[in-house]
């Protein structure tokens, strides 16, 4: 089955700081892989994905994430935090491209002026 | 980019009634559109998918007879939740798949249901 663990429930970082949200996943074979971030009463809006090819995507807002097969990781990265970055982000995994997206439990990011 | 709405953004409703919540994909053309639930400081849980003109498939512990999904056409799927319970209570947010051959994912704003 497939499963994504986010294992932070929250993050803080000074702004202009680097910060990294981080993303294991597990599934039985290639992943498609996402970042989703959520603001208050708000739905997803999506950052970026993995599909294939070069293990490092670069997505909307600065945001980057590192495809790590060897330690089955899709960390979010960006290198400097914004305080308008707080919000809730989400890793979701799916089998392929057209399957269903499984999320983690979600990442609360705190940035601090 | 693309644009899924949802409506209401925020329903109360009085246990026992039904609460019929609206999905549309604005700009584009939804072959398969998603339901999920999220309850506080929790992750989305997948209730069912939809396909345009075919019945839903739920997911494990989703009670299809209580919450009724039509996708009537590409562009708009409705969420009925029947005889609702102050336990239903939640964040329902919708997601629409773009067709072949872009397969992209795009979630609506979600709808706050409460159930007094």
């Known amino acids: 089955a497939q499963s994504v663990a986010q294992p932070e429930d929250q993050v803080n970082v000074a702004e202009g700081n680097p910060l990294t949200v981080k993303c294991t996943y597990s599934?039985?074979?290639?992943?498609?892989l996402f970042w989703y971030v959520q603001y208050p009463n708000r739905g997803l809006q999506f950052l970026l994905k993995?599909?294939?090819?070069?293990?490092l995507v670069k997505g909307s807002y600065g945001f980057e994430a590192e495809f790590n097969k060897s330690q089955t990781s899709f960390h979010l990265k960006k290198p400097s935090a914004l305080v308008s970055d707080s919000a809730l982000y989400f890793c979701?995994?799916?089998?392929?491209?057209?399957?269903?997206?499984?999320f983690g439990t979600g990442t609360r990011l705190q940035v601090f002026p | 980019g693309a644009v899924v709405s949802q409506h209401p953004s925020r329903v109360i409703c009085k246990s026992g009634t039904s609460v019929k919540i609206e999905c549309r994909s604005l700009?584009?053309?939804?072959?398969?559109m998603f339901w999920y639930r999220q309850f506080p400081k929790k992750s989305l849980m997948l209730m069912a998918t939809?396909?345009?003109?075919?019945?839903?498939?739920?997911e494990q512990g989703v009670e299809k007879d209580k919450f009724l999904i039509n996708h009537a056409s590409l562009t708009l799927s409705t969420l009925t939740v029947t005889s609702a319970h102050p336990e239903d209570s939640s964040f329902y947010i919708c997601?629409?798949?773009?067709?072949?051959?872009?397969?992209?994912?795009?979630f609506g704003p979600g709808t706050r249901l409460t159930v007094t």
């Open positions: 993995y599909i294939t090819g070069d293990n």
């Open positions: 939809s396909n345009e003109g075919s019945k839903a498939t739920y």
């Open positions: 599934v039985s074979g290639n992943p498609y």
């Open positions: 979701a995994v799916s089998l392929y491209n057209t399957d269903k997206l499984i």
């Open positions: 700009d584009f053309q939804a072959t398969t």
């Open positions: 997601s629409a798949r773009e067709g072949p051959p872009v397969y992209e994912q795009y």
